[in-house]
């Protein structure tokens, strides 16, 4: 619960802009804590990122599928980033980060403004992730 607080506390304190990275963040976040046999971790580097990640309840050989970051800069926007073989992209909307995520060969989606056609593509590949990692 105080992972779900501290989270809650930055998207309180983040200043609006008119991007709408806000709001996509913490549609994000959401989605997250809805997503069954998911917790969450919260990392806040200020003035550099602030990471919400996305890992398995349990045991797995992966726990982490997913990393929220959102990159301070002015306005703020995000890196939402995918061990790279956990998930597809089918409309080559990422970039490939060679040992990127955590040492691993990732995909990362950024996004500069709200756009919800991402974001239901983003949701789709968190929920393949999810599925991927899990085993």
């Not at 919260?42 to 990393?67: E, K, N, Q, W």
Request: aromatic share 10%; proline share 4%; with cysteine.
């Amino acid at each position: 619960m105080e992972t779900y607080r501290e989270i809650e506390s930055f998207i309180e304190q983040w200043p609006e802009a008119a991007n709408g990275c806000r709001e996509l963040f913490q549609d994000l976040y959401r989605f997250l804590r809805e997503l069954d046999g998911t917790e969450m971790e919260y990392h806040a580097r200020p003035g550099i990122t602030y990471s919400l990640r996305g890992t398995h309840a349990g045991s797995s050989d992966r726990p982490l599928f997913v990393m929220v970051d959102v990159i301070e800069d002015d306005p703020r926007w995000l890196s939402v980033c995918f061990c790279e073989e956990m998930v597809t992209d089918p409309e080559e909307r990422g970039d490939s980060v060679p040992g990127g995520l955590l040492g691993e060969d990732g995909i990362c989606f950024d996004v500069d403004a709200f756009d919800e056609t991402l974001l239901s593509y983003i949701k789709q590949r968190i929920t393949e992730a999810s599925q991927a990692g899990g085993k």
